[in-house]
């Protein structure tokens, strides 16, 4: 299975996905939903779910939340 994240920490193992105005449409969460539980599950790696408005209003909270989910 090829997929695409949005940022990938390989020595962490973990998935930052930034989730933008795609991921509001209808049946979007579920798909996303689903598309993790099967990565997660293909490649053993965690997710990090962070919204584009949080990125764009405070990035610094976000770079929080890395270094947090990092630990």
Do not use: N
């Amino acid at each position: 299975m090829g997929c695409v994240v949005d940022f990938f920490a390989a020595s962490a193992r973990l998935v930052v996905e930034v989730d933008g105005a795609v991921h509001m449409r209808p049946g979007a969460r579920e798909r996303d939903d689903a598309r993790q539980a099967v990565i997660e599950a293909a490649y053993g790696v965690r997710f990090l779910r962070v919204s584009a408005e949080l990125v764009e209003r405070d990035v610094f909270a976000v770079v929080a939340l890395v270094r947090a989910a990092l630990r």
